[in-house]
């Protein structure tokens, strides 16, 4: 039986007209689940920091300095997974499903070889990170431990997120969000065992995250692979073999994103290194902090799942008028939401930190940058949701460029020598104010309309 999310989809392969409501129907009907699937990501995090920050402030330091690196290689991954995610929805949405399902063999075989790649470098790092980034001789064993056992999960975790976010891009947000909260349970399955029945500690919080990435990525792939209506790949035969067209196209989107990516996660790094000599109560709080700010972000980046998605399919039936209703629709629906979520963060600071560690110290500290913070998620909404939805359009290159600018320039510098005056404090102030600025920046590219021109003529 044929879903109202899949006839509303129709329409738009097909050309027909969308109402202004059933346009903010099927926003809704595709945001919803992709919400879902941040959120069990979210608990996943909140998990494994909760478990670990009960083992002490020293335990939750050493995954805070390296998880920076982890979100480095996390977002090349990203980057390569969306040159073909976005793609397969251009296809989906001009009906062409054989190509659809052409892209996706491509894109298993290049991201797997990728992620072999980065997992191979992670490995090889591992001992000496912690040190490169300042970390103190207590926590530098523990962190290098978990750095390289995620590092040897990393081809689990790139093709768990390539399958998901093919499978969104061809309208199923559904599958991957309930398969994302099965990951949520079995990491708190596999934590509980590793961290506290083995006393395995960091350790077991990244084998246990690591097993259960493996278990949602096979899953993942066999839905994908055999048993999605639109990709099913037991449709057709055809070559895994990876073509010049499409790769050279993956390469134009992923490029500047991969690019946007080591700069982005640069500052991370930076971040890292300017507020690892603050100590380990303030790398405890601003790791803390960022996995409880995560609930109050999370809908805007599963919006902009919806929002790529939306785009990516109006684009490709093309109907550019649409793709920036879709665009508009699901920025102001994610500033909405996150500016609801973002004054409960405000109240509830000191309860949402107190979940995640009994250290009070770090607890008073980490309820005071959160409530810093709680200003910045109206204007990271914008930012979060308008670049999903350049993304979807196949523009990369200016909005990675913004983000860039605005990371290094208004964030980072500043934050230098706020953080030798106000420490911590100072650090997030910067971000709330950086945040704030990008959001102002993406809304005048929205409203500029350049985004869907520029790959699209």
């Not at 129709?10 to 959120?39: V, W």
């Not at 063999?105 to 980065?118: D, I, P």
């Not at 640069?266 to 380990?280: D, E, K, M, R």
Request: aromatic share 10%; hydrophobic share 50%; glycine share 12%.
């Amino acid at each position: 039986m044929t879903s109202g999310k899949d006839i509303l989809l129709g329409r738009i392969r097909k050309g027909e007209g969308l109402s202004l409501g059933q346009q903010i129907k099927l926003c809704l009907m595709l945001s919803y689940p992709a919400i879902l699937a941040q959120l069990s990501s979210v608990m996943m995090q909140y998990i494994d920091a909760s478990m670990v920050g009960h083992l002490g402030p020293a335990a939750g330091a050493s995954i805070g300095l390296v998880s920076t690196c982890l979100w480095l290689f996390g977002g090349f991954g990203m980057a390569v997974t969306s040159g073909f995610s976005v793609q397969v929805a251009h296809r989906v949405g001009a009906g062409d499903f054989s190509g659809a399902r052409s892209v996706l063999r491509q894109a298993l075989v290049c991201v797997l070889g990728f992620s072999l790649f980065l997992s191979v470098v992670g490995m090889g790092i591992s001992p000496f990170l912690p040190h490169w980034l300042g970390g103190g001789e207590d926590i530098s064993g523990d962190a290098s431990s978990y750095f390289f056992i995620m590092s040897l999960f990393m081809p689990a975790m790139l093709m768990d997120w390539t399958c998901a976010a093919i499978l969104q891009a061809s309208g199923n947000m559904k599958v991957p969000s309930l398969l994302s909260i099965g990951m949520c349970v079995l990491d708190v399955i596999f934590n509980y065992l590793f961290i506290y029945l083995l006393d395995m500690g960091v350790t077991g919080a990244a084998l246990g995250s690591g097993l259960a990435e493996v278990i949602t990525g096979l899953a993942m792939f066999w839905f994908l692979a055999a048993r999605s209506p639109e990709l099913n790949l037991r449709q057709e035969k055809g070559s895994f073999r990876p073509t010049r067209k499409v790769v050279e196209k993956a390469l134009g989107i992923s490029g500047p994103m991969a690019f946007q990516n080591l700069l982005m996660r640069g500052a991370h790094i930076a971040s890292t290194v300017i507020v690892a000599p603050l100590g380990t109560i303030s790398i405890a709080a601003n790791t803390f902090a960022i996995t409880a700010e995560s609930f109050c972000y999370m809908p805007g980046y599963g919006i902009a799942d919806a929002s790529t998605t939306l785009v990516g399919q109006s684009i490709g039936a093309g109907r550019k008028p649409l793709a920036q209703r879709f665009a508009w629709i699901t920025t102001f629906l994610a500033m909405g939401i996150m500016g609801l979520l973002a004054i409960l963060m405000f109240l509830f600071a000191p309860q949402m930190m107190g979940l995640l560690t009994p250290d009070p110290d770090v607890i008073g500290l980490g309820a005071h940058i959160l409530r810093i913070e709680s200003f910045a998620e109206i204007g990271y909404a914008a930012s979060i949701v308008a670049y999903g939805a350049c993304v979807g359009a196949g523009d990369t290159r200016v909005p990675s460029l913004m983000n860039f600018c605005s990371m290094w320039i208004v964030r980072i510098i500043p934050a230098i020598f706020l953080t030798r005056i106000y420490g911590l404090v100072g650090f997030w102030i910067c971000m709330a104010v950086e945040l704030n600025f990008r959001g102002v920046i993406f809304l005048i590219r929205l409203a500029r309309g350049k985004w869907i021109s520029s790959l699209t003529r």
